[in-house]
């Protein structure tokens, strides 16, 4: 039998929402105050809920926010009736006289919301408590990594005016100049260094790397000691691959100056032993301070760290190394992991306002190159792209090729397409785009048509995460977006549209041959003959041939070498040239169209080479058959994209006859785009007079759901454990969505949209209904193949990490939480490091995000285990 307790009532305030939501309805500016910091699950009645998830989305469409606009948001979204009708609103306005306390209100709702959290976190916690099965390091962790997030999730920084800032600057800088220092850093110990860093800044995180036996760890060990003898700095270390033991030794011969070897076998003379008693007098006194707890999770270094700054006041901390920093929780991925955990280390330099030097592991890639010089896509987890791959100008909707953005002399950011963390493809900053040296490509083609060149650790996305390049198969389902929607810009006449749609397609501008148009239907030569005369005052000459009707358009004036037909000067504003039917292209602006100039475009497009016909197939009903032919494959690749910029998703073919070239065709199909694509923009001519009998037939058509699915991993990956949580079968869950059972049957097929709609809202699946109601096309990879060594390139994208190359979604670097990245190598590296002889190691700082790159010297001394500086 319950008891009283277990009966209790989550903490809630049903007057705080209402008055929330009144004074909102009463003044709309209300929303400013409390947008930035309550959600809308934070409210506890789901009518309340829903209400307060319509203001937010008239609040972020800059809508008014009233009784009338509300009530058409809540009908658009299916919930006034979920939420009592229009009475209830009205209710609400008569619940606060004024709309002054709405913070107040807000904030109690917030706080009631964390309470019901930290409930339902305890009842979690405390059932896995009861599990005896259960790890018990595994589950402080997994409650501390709960707590903190929620922790996280609720703090609150405001704006600082530049004059605080200013002011603690000034502070910092008089500290510097009193201690006669030009360092407004820690001191790595290095002359030649310090003086390229200016120090190790405070909130920045430096990544040291190098590949095994390089003396990674001993340069950090160096560094360590220089500060926290010399300077007197306190110093954190966590070692996860070297015991303290190991790394006491190193010290105390660094420190001692003596030989390694000695020290290891006790074989000590008199001036060893006097240097050594001296040096454990030093670093006794050196406030240096080891963890080694191998496995150490993110969220343990962070607790760790943050007790060390409060107990020790630690001004440098060293994370040696990263790839065996444990996450803490679940990837999809490797390359999410890494991130992970580099975005962490960041976080906590920000947080302690220290620097944080992480050491790194550099992948083999280096080993398989002719020069031994590290460069940043070693760093990586993750790979590169050809130069050739074209990314998108978020603004524009303008194709920029990568090795454009990596060629640029300064590296200012640019806003490019990528995809967020709900599966919205939406904009995002590049902030820098660069080479990675020379690589092995593959060609991967998907069944749409789209291509990229890649090389083989490059990650794309499938639906159970990121995935390199070299583990993906021929089927499989890859994330490619359903829409560019970009704003584009207006720069043509809407003349200069339709004269070149129908040139590009029927018009002959051929050199040394007479500029002319060619068609069967009158309509269309009217429409160029009109624009012609507009645009560049030709008159034009019609001569007939059948069926067919030549428009010639000759220029108004003599040409000569120096001055040329009207038509090719625009051509060549445009930077382009005559062209044979095969080398037809559209110029850089004409990707760059607005939305209904697209239209207008393809528009007139489809009345030269374009198809709206009937498709009649036995035992179905008629259905459509639309698509554009040309044999230039890069203007069918630009159709493709315009028609992607407007929602329609279209498939690349091609065909062969004789010893004719290659005809290239975009085809449009699938009920929805089809119906899009006839509705929205249709065909200019006779061939437009089918659209409406055609929009009839297809309307009647049951869509082809396998014509867009989210592959069938989804069924074990997401489905299996949303379904458990409600206590569902399987039975039962396909009876709740409205079909039959069929066994195992069920998860050896994809799953369409609409489908997985249903079940997320049988199972309240947040994930499975944003994957349902995705701006992705999953499309199935058709061919890889091995290229060549070539040249390749990435980018780092900040905020999502990824960004559409080609119209296919990829990752992108995950070097870009480091401030400061640097390599050591040895140019010989068959040489042993741990002889007795010095060797002299570089010391490459490939990236400083506020300073000078370059290479230093270093020494190295195999008996010492000790790096000296090499000043000139």
């Not at 003898?229 to 996860?240: Q, T």
């Not at 440098?316 to 679940?330: I, S």
């Not at 909707?397 to 599966?423: C, V, W």
């Not at 035992?619 to 058959?625: T, V």
Request: charged share 30%.
């Amino acid at each position: 039998m319950a008891t009283l307790e277990s009966l209790k009532t989550p903490p809630h305030d049903l007057e705080a929402e209402r008055s929330v939501l009144g004074a909102i309805l009463i003044d709309s500016s209300a929303m400013n105050l409390v947008a930035e910091f309550v959600r809308a699950d934070f409210f506890y009645a789901l009518e309340n809920k829903l209400i307060y998830s319509a203001m937010l989305s008239l609040f972020e469409k800059q809508q008014p926010i009233d009784v009338v606009t509300l009530q058409d948001q809540l009908k658009s979204q299916d919930a006034l009736k979920k939420i009592g009708g229009k009475n209830y609103l009205s209710d609400l306005i008569n619940t606060v006289p004024t709309s002054a306390y709405v913070e107040h209100y807000g904030q109690i709702i917030k706080n009631h919301y964390v309470k019901r959290k930290l409930i339902e976190l305890s009842a979690r916690m405390t059932e896995k408590s009861f599990d005896e099965r259960g790890d018990v390091k595994k589950l402080l962790d997994e409650a501390e990594v709960a707590i903190f997030g929620l922790s996280q999730q609720h703090l609150h920084r405001d704006f600082i005016q530049l004059k605080e800032i200013l002011a603690q600057s000034f502070e910092r800088l008089e500290e510097f100049m009193k201690r006669g220092s030009h360092l407004r850093g820690v001191s790595t110990g290095y002359v030649d260094l310090d003086n390229k860093l200016a120090g190790m800044q405070d909130s920045n995180l430096l990544i040291l790397a190098a590949r095994p036996g390089i003396g990674k760890t001993t340069l950090a060990l160096n560094i360590s000691l220089n500060a926290a003898v010399k300077n007197k700095i306190a110093v954190g270390f966590f070692s996860l691959e070297m015991s303290k033991e190991e790394l006491v030794d190193r010290l105390l011969v660094g420190q001692a100056d003596i030989d390694a070897w000695r020290l290891k076998t006790g074989k000590l003379s008199d001036d060893d032993y006097k240097k050594l008693t001296e040096a454990m007098g030093d670093l006794s006194e050196a406030p240096i301070y080891i963890d080694d707890t191998p496995g150490l999770s993110v969220l343990e270094m962070r607790t760790k760290a943050r007790k060390l700054k409060i107990e020790k006041d630690i001004k440098f901390l060293v994370v040696d190394y990263l790839q065996l920093a444990d996450a803490g929780k679940r990837f999809d991925s490797r390359v999410n992991e890494v991130s992970f955990v580099s975005q962490n280390l960041k976080n906590l330099a920000r947080e302690l306002h220290i620097p944080v030097l992480a050491i790194s592991q550099l992948s083999r890639a280096v080993e398989q190159r002719g020069t031994k010089k590290p460069q940043l896509s070693d760093l990586r987890e993750s790979g590169c792209l050809s130069g050739d791959a074209e990314l998108i100008d978020a603004n524009t909707g303008k194709k920029i090729t990568i090795k454009h953005l990596a060629e640029r002399k300064k590296q200012n950011p640019i806003t490019i397409m990528s995809m967020d963390f709900d599966y919205k493809v939406m904009p995002a900053v590049l902030t820098k785009a660069f080479k990675s040296g020379i690589k092995t490509t593959y060609l991967l083609k998907t069944q749409s048509g789209r291509e990229i060149k890649a090389s083989a650790n490059h990650p794309f996305f499938k639906i159970n995460g990121w995935t390199r390049l070299d583990q993906l198969r021929v089927n499989d389902l890859i994330a490619t977006p359903r829409e560019v929607d970009v704003k584009g810009k207006s720069q043509y006449k809407d003349e200069e549209i339709i004269f070149f749609a129908h040139m590009i397609g029927d018009g002959c501008f051929v050199k040394n041959q007479p500029i002319h148009y060619t068609s069967g239907d009158i309509k269309n030569i009217k429409a160029v003959e009109i624009t012609a005369k507009k645009l560049f005052k030709i008159a034009p000459r019609l001569v007939r041939q059948k069926n067919w009707f030549h428009l010639y358009l000759p220029s108004l004036y003599h040409l000569t070498h120096d001055k040329h037909h009207p038509f090719v000067d625009w051509l060549k504003e445009q930077k382009l040239d005559f062209a044979h039917s095969y080398e037809k292209m559209l110029p850089d602006g004409f990707l760059q169209l607005t939305k209904k100039q697209i239209i207008l475009f393809l528009h007139h497009l489809w009345a030269t080479d374009g198809n709206i016909s009937w498709k009649k197939l036995t035992g179905r009903s008629p259905s459509g058959a639309i698509y554009y032919s040309s044999t230039s494959k890069i203007l069918i690749q630009q159709i493709q994209y315009l028609l992607l910029r407007l929602g329609i998703i279209s498939t690349l073919r091609s065909s062969k006859k004789n010893n004719y070239r290659i005809n290239w065709q975009v085809h449009i199909q699938g009920k929805e785009n089809q119906l899009k694509f006839l509705k929205e923009v249709g065909c200019f001519g006779k061939r437009g007079d089918i659209i409406p009998q055609l929009i009839q037939s297809i309307n009647k058509i049951v869509a082809n759901t396998n014509n867009d699915v989210i592959s069938k991993e989804i069924w074990n990956l997401v489905i299996a454990k949303e379904k458990d949580k409600k206590n569902l079968s399987w039975r039962q869950l396909a009876e709740a969505y409205g079909t039959s059972y069929s066994g195992s049957s069920l998860f050896k097929n994809n799953i369409g949209r609409d489908r997985l709609k249903k079940i997320s809202e049988v199972v309240e699946s947040k994930q499975l209904k944003l994957l349902s109601e995705s701006d992705i096309y999953w499309d199935k990879i058709k061919e890889i193949s091995k290229l060549k060594n070539e040249e390749v390139y990435d980018a780092t994208i900040s905020g999502f990490h990824n960004f559409i190359a080609n119209d296919i979604i990829v990752h992108n670097s995950i070097e870009q939480d480091a401030d400061v990245v640097m390599f050591l190598y040895l140019e010989d590296e068959s040489e042993d490091l741990l002889d007795q002889n010095k060797k002299l190691i570089k010391l490459y700082i490939a990236k400083h995000r506020n300073g000078p790159t370059g290479e230093i010297d270093l020494m190295f001394r195999g008996d010492r285990v000790k790096f000296y500086g090499v000043e000139k």
